[in-house]
């Protein structure tokens, strides 16, 4: 039930793009992106529903295609500050579960 | 300010101990829920609760099992530690996800180590 995000790991120089990649199996009305800080909490990203919306926050924007059940962040120009590790999390129509996915830890350096 | 509260930031329990980690929501959220995160396995749902004495079983429930006798207070209980359950435990909390823009809000975690 828990979705599978990928790359597991990445290592940015500060300014360049990456990409966080979040997949289901499950069928799903809305995709959250978290940011947790080494021993902090997650923090809430943004949110997108179902009908294929693009959110932005900042220079962090994300796609949720619910056909295919995919979400993408995308972290652009990054930042120092956008070292951490990204969740994205998943509700579906089958319940009130939510399911959080593997993990993608950023790591951004000078 | 909303705010979700863990009891203790670090625990270390023995073998065959029965224990409870408690987490209080102050937002009047319907959902509650209790996550472990271990290194490369993310965030992995255990239970959740939906209402007062309502709960559901997550994707790893067993060894474990969880009490909701009021809205904020949620428990989640290891009936017999054992040092596989060595983790990062973690709450969260949300309005009910019928509402489709809400979001959930964690609790600071508890560290818990079991020898």
């Known amino acids: 039930q828990q979705p599978v995000q990928s790359p597991q790991a990445v290592i940015l120089r500060e300014g360049e793009d990456a990409v966080i990649n979040c997949s289901s199996s499950?069928?799903?009305?809305?995709v959250h992106w978290y940011r947790q800080k080494h021993g902090e909490a997650p923090v809430f990203l943004m949110i997108?529903?179902?009908?294929?919306e693009q959110k932005g926050h900042d220079k962090i924007s994300a796609s949720f295609n619910e056909k295919k059940q995919q979400s993408s962040l995308y972290l652009t120009a990054s930042q120092l500050s956008y070292s951490g590790t990204y969740f994205c999390?998943?509700?579906?129509?089958?319940?009130?579960?939510?399911?959080f996915g593997t993990g993608t830890s950023l790591t951004v350096i000078p | 300010d909303v705010k979700v509260t863990q009891s203790s930031r670090y625990l270390v329990k023995r073998t065959g101990e029965k224990v409870f980690l408690e987490c209080v929501q102050d937002?009047?959220?319907?959902?509650m829920f209790w996550y472990r995160q271990d290194p490369g396995l993310g965030l992995r749902l255990i239970y959740f609760?939906?209402?007062?004495?309502?709960?559901e079983k997550g994707d790893i429930p067993e060894g474990y099992s969880v009490s909701r006798e009021k809205k904020e207070r949620f428990s989640l209980i290891l009936e017999s530690a054992s040092t596989n359950q060595t983790s990062m435990y973690l709450c969260?909390?949300?309005?009910?996800?019928?509402?489709?823009?809400?979001?959930?809000?964690f609790g600071q975690g508890t560290r818990l180590t079991v020898v």
């Open positions: 937002m009047d959220h319907e959902n």
């Open positions: 999390g998943t509700g579906s129509n089958q319940g009130n579960q939510f399911y």
């Open positions: 997108l529903l179902k009908g294929g």
């Open positions: 499950k069928a799903l009305y809305s």
């Open positions: 609760s939906y209402d007062v004495k309502m709960k």
């Open positions: 969260a909390s949300s309005l009910k996800w019928d509402r489709r823009d809400t979001e959930a809000f």
